[in-house]
């Protein structure tokens, strides 16, 4: 019949579900390392995150490349995604999403954005969000929170979708919450890998330490 049990009991419809893999970055604070392929336990971040993203049952991905596009490509020969390319990847990640957005095929139910530097993002807090999305009663945004800060991925929904698609409203922004709760689903969670991520050497320093686990950083990549 196409629906899935939740939580608690009751059914949900299946959603169709999108997802945009945001790997443009310069890496700028880690001198020019391409963030999405840091390797924890051996393994590319961007490919744990496709890994992620079939798990939680998600339709179709996009990966957005911009800097160190080709080493980022090698990395998804063995993935099923579509690759979309922003060439102005330097002006800032509002562009990347943008891009991502216009790649994908058909509509969906729901999209998911999400940055490619959040090494401990798995299938289950996928679903977590998905989740949040499907129980919401309000919003068209659902963006985790944990003791007050503003987590990443984020779900939208097709107005928002539209939204961004008809103005220059940047749905992801890091003070959507306070310029516009009327759009907003705050996912309250004590869930920390939500705000887990790695911007400097430090950070994977100290999630290195931290967790136990090995991270290595690739080669840096000077910007044409």
Not at 74 to 100: D, I, M
Request: hydrophobic share 45%; glycine share 12%.
């Amino acid at each position: 019949m196409g629906c899935l049990l939740k939580q608690g009991g009751g059914l949900h419809p299946r959603l169709r579900i999108g997802a945009v893999l945001l790997a443009a970055g310069e890496g700028r604070r880690m001198g020019g390392v391409a963030k999405a392929l840091i390797r924890l336990q051996g393994v590319p971040l961007i490919s744990r995150h496709l890994v992620a993203l079939s798990g939680a049952g998600v339709d179709e991905v996009v990966v957005v490349t911009g800097h160190a596009r080709e080493a980022i490509e090698e990395q998804l020969r063995s993935f099923v995604v579509t690759l979309a390319h922003n060439e102005a990847y330097a002006a800032g990640q509002q562009g990347s999403v943008r891009v991502g957005l216009a790649a994908l095929s058909g509509e969906f139910d729901a999209v998911i954005v999400m940055p490619a530097d959040q090494p401990l993002i798995g299938a289950g807090d996928l679903t977590e969000l998905i989740g949040a999305f499907k129980k919401r009663p309000a919003g068209h945004v659902v963006v985790p929170v944990v003791n007050g800060q503003r987590g990443n991925p984020v779900v939208l929904d097709a107005v928002a979708l539209a939204r961004i698609f008809e103005s220059d409203a940047n749905l992801g922004c890091r003070h959507l919450i306070e310029r516009q709760p009327e759009l907003v689903h705050v996912h309250e969670t004590a869930n920390t890998r939500f705000v887990t991520d790695v911007d400097t050497v430090e950070d994977v320093r100290q999630l290195a330490e931290r967790t136990g686990w090995r991270l290595e950083l690739p080669a840096a990549v000077a910007s044409p």
